[in-house]
């Protein structure tokens, strides 16, 4: 089967400018998640879809981060405006289902560089 | 609110010696602990799982425990080989999501 696709795979902005990750799902997975890599550290959730719904969103930081799954497949993260601190690979995640006890498979990761 | 702390953070050991991973938790309703692996500027795969309902799980070289009493877990590598130089993370399960222990860096020495 075909994996977990993400775009781009690297990305270089300027504080205050705004950038946008695209994540394209495991065909049949329900459940898609969001999270943060930075270097040296564990993946961080930010924010966990049902399909088309949030599941869970509390480590989303909405003053600047917003994240859509319109049609309950493809998703987009969005970051404006854009922070030093935010410089990170940013991972999507697929599984079949969302209790959290099933496999999660990854997609290759955006990495990107805030200047 | 839910916590996985993972020791230790580095570890190094000779080729064919085996390594030792562990990993605690706090909430007491978690029943579902992966060990991923992440090599190097790839993403992380899941190697191996282990539910509430088991103590241990072997797959080959590389084995899990569970101590449900004690909220910890543990990850057993024996053997090792050079293609195991990784990060390890180790998870829980707590409301509907996972939560990440800090990452172990594994050294393999020729």
């Known amino acids: 089967e075909a994996g977990v696709a993400q775009s781009p795979r690297y990305k270089i902005i300027e504080k205050r400018q705004s950038v946008a990750f695209w994540c394209n799902p495991i065909?049949?997975?329900?459940?898609l998640y969001w999270y943060q890599q930075i270097l040296g550290q564990g993946p961080k959730l930010l924010i966990q879809?049902?399909?088309?719904?949030?599941?869970?969103d509390s480590q989303l930081p909405k003053d600047r981060f917003s994240a859509e799954r319109l049609k309950g497949v493809d998703s987009t993260l969005k970051i404006q405006p854009a922070k030093l601190e935010d410089s990170a690979v940013y991972l999507c995640?697929?599984?079949?289902?969302?209790?959290?006890?099933?496999?999660?498979?990854f997609g290759p990761g955006t990495r990107l560089t805030v200047t | 609110g839910e916590n996985v702390e993972q020791h230790p953070s580095t570890l190094s050991v000779q080729e064919g010696d085996s390594a030792v991973i562990k990993c605690t938790y706090s909430?007491?309703?978690?029943?579902?602990f992966p060990w991923y692996k992440q090599e190097l500027g790839k993403r992380p795969q899941l190697i191996i799982d282990?539910?509430?309902n088991v103590g241990e799980k072997k797959d080959q070289r590389i084995a899990v425990t569970l101590n449900k009493t004690a909220k910890h877990f543990s990850l057993h590598i024996t053997e090792t080989q050079p293609e195991d130089s990784a990060v390890y993370f180790c998870?829980?399960?707590?409301?509907?999501?996972?939560?990440w222990g800090a990452g172990t860096k594994l050294i393999i020495k020729p």
């Open positions: 995640a697929s599984s079949t289902r969302t209790s959290g006890s099933y496999e999660q498979y």
């Open positions: 065909s049949g997975h329900a459940t």
């Open positions: 879809f049902q399909n088309n719904g949030v599941v869970d």
């Open positions: 909430d007491s309703a978690s029943n579902y």
């Open positions: 282990i539910r509430s």
């Open positions: 998870a829980a399960n707590s409301n509907y999501q996972l939560i």
